[in-house]
């Protein structure tokens, strides 16, 4: 268990500030959106407040589970050290702790959650998972200030334009998530 | 435009980008096909499906306010050039969009401002729980699409050229 600067990769719960819809009051599109987005979306009172709006949850869910978990391209353990570091970055601790156990499963290890914990800025293990650090740093910082400069270190270490663009896709939709996340409630411990 | 057409012309990504058929990062991004379909449906049912007390016009202006101070030149154009061929874009905004306006900027620049307090002047100004649901996904996906954007121009802009 890893706990610093008020981070952690303990589960922690969401508790909504608005008023979760009743799956007993559901229309057949609400419950066959939550169906589709996640397993457990029926008792979860995040997916339960965003299935106010079934439309773009149906699509936000298809676009994060397609750039999170689809096969090939950017290894997922790496989508998911961008995503726990915009988490961090964007002072989401909801996030960065669902985050951090997916890094730790997928990667089998925990140094570098220790690390983006400690200091997103000079995080990573490798040179590879540090220029994946500072890239999600500068795309969640100063995306209109992004140029080449922020896209050489990734190609330095050998990453296609569809690894870049997968990297791009995580880091950008924790700018999503994180938002969703801090704004529509707050963690609680279970 | 429609959730349903992927050609190119319509992708809102593609045009704030410059990514035209035959470019190789335009095909790069078609490696993953259903990020780009599920992209661009996120963004035609962020301003078409009904939500009752949040109108099209009113969640077009919220765009345009959240481009202008993430500072996303070719996005704002796209969200301006939707304002003014709006059906009813000389209509009247809600009283609630000065709140909406002050929720999105904040939202935009920095997330952690987000809290419980934050969403009392929406309430206040009549927005019921499927309204400040529908604000809060408007804000938060365009954090995505404008750094999607900024990430693929910088991508094709040739290296060592000053950013």
């Given at each position: 268990?890893?706990?610093?600067?008020?981070?952690?990769?303990?589960?922690?719960?969401?508790?909504?500030?608005?008023?979760?819809?009743?799956?007993?009051?559901?229309?057949?599109?609400?419950?066959?959106?939550?169906?589709?987005?996640?397993?457990?979306?029926?008792?979860?009172?995040?997916?339960?407040?965003?299935?106010?709006?079934?439309?773009?949850?149906?699509?936000?869910?298809?676009?994060?589970?397609?750039?999170?978990?689809?096969?090939?391209?950017?290894?997922?353990?790496?989508?998911?050290?961008g995503?726990?570091?915009v988490?961090?970055?964007?002072?989401?601790?909801?996030?960065t702790?669902?985050?951090?156990?997916?890094?730790?499963?997928?990667?089998?290890?925990?140094?570098?959650?220790?690390?983006?914990?400690?200091?997103?800025?000079?995080?990573g293990?490798?040179?590879?998972?540090?220029a994946?650090?500072?890239?999600?740093?500068?795309?969640?910082?100063?995306?209109?200030?992004?140029?080449?400069?922020?896209?050489?270190?990734?190609?330095?270490?050998?990453?296609?334009?569809?690894?870049?663009?997968?990297?791009?896709?995580?880091?950008?939709?924790?700018?999503?998530?994180?938002?969703?996340?801090?704004n529509?409630?707050?963690?609680?411990?279970? | 435009?429609?959730?349903?057409?992927t050609?190119?012309?319509?992708?809102?990504?593609?045009?704030?980008?410059?990514?035209?058929?035959?470019?190789?990062?335009?095909?790069?991004?078609?490696?993953?096909?259903?990020?780009?379909?599920?992209?661009?449906?996120?963004?035609?049912?962020?301003?078409?499906?009904?939500?009752?007390?949040?109108?099209?016009?009113?969640?077009?202006?919220?765009?345009?306010?959240?481009?202008?101070?993430?500072?996303?030149?070719?996005?704002?154009?796209?969200?301006?050039?939707?304002?003014?061929?709006?059906?009813?874009?000389?209509?009247?905004?809600?009283?609630?969009?000065?709140?909406?306006?002050?929720?999105?900027?904040?939202?935009?620049?920095?997330?952690?401002?987000?809290?419980?307090?934050?969403?009392?002047?929406?309430?206040?100004?009549?927005?019921?729980?499927?309204?400040?649901?529908?604000?809060?996904?408007?804000?938060?996906?365009?954090?995505?699409?404008?750094?999607?954007?900024?990430?693929l121009?910088?991508?094709?802009?040739?290296?060592?050229?000053?950013?």
């Open positions: 268990m890893i706990r610093r600067n008020g981070f952690t990769d303990e589960s922690l719960e969401w508790r909504s500030w608005l008023e979760p819809l009743r799956v007993d009051e559901a229309s057949p599109l609400q419950l066959e959106v939550l169906d589709e987005s996640h397993p457990q979306s029926r008792t979860s009172p995040y997916y339960l407040t965003l299935a106010h709006q079934p439309l773009m949850l149906r699509h936000r869910s298809a676009a994060y589970n397609a750039i999170m978990y689809a096969p090939g391209g950017l290894r997922r353990a790496e989508r998911e050290l995503a726990m570091v988490s961090v970055t964007n002072g989401c601790v909801y996030c702790s669902v985050h951090a156990q997916r890094f730790e499963q997928l990667a089998k290890r925990s140094d570098t959650v220790e690390q983006v914990f400690d200091d997103p800025r000079t995080a293990t490798t040179e590879r998972e540090r994946i650090a500072r890239f999600a740093i500068a795309v969640t910082e100063r995306p209109a200030g992004l140029g080449p400069a922020d896209i050489a270190p990734l190609r330095e270490q050998g990453m296609s334009d569809e690894e870049i663009l997968d990297l791009l896709h995580a880091v950008a939709i924790f700018g999503w998530a994180n938002r969703l996340m801090q529509l409630g707050e963690p609680a411990s279970p | 435009m429609t959730a349903t057409d050609s190119s012309a319509a992708d809102v990504i593609d045009r704030a980008a410059g990514l035209t058929a035959g470019d190789p990062l335009h095909a790069a991004r078609r490696f993953r096909a259903k990020v780009v379909e599920a992209t661009q449906a996120s963004h035609d049912a962020l301003i078409y499906e009904p939500v009752p007390g949040l109108s099209t016009e009113d969640r077009l202006r919220v765009a345009a306010r959240v481009c202008t101070v993430a500072g996303a030149t070719t996005l704002l154009q796209h969200y301006e050039t939707l304002i003014a061929n709006a059906a009813d874009s000389g209509a009247l905004p809600s009283p609630a969009l000065p709140a909406m306006l002050r929720f999105a900027a904040t939202l935009t620049t920095d997330p952690r401002q987000g809290d419980r307090a934050a969403l009392e002047p929406l309430k206040a100004a009549g927005l019921g729980d499927a309204a400040i649901v529908a604000l809060a996904q408007l804000v938060a996906f365009l954090s995505y699409q404008l750094r999607v954007v900024a990430g121009r910088a991508m094709r802009e040739p290296q060592g050229q000053a950013s």
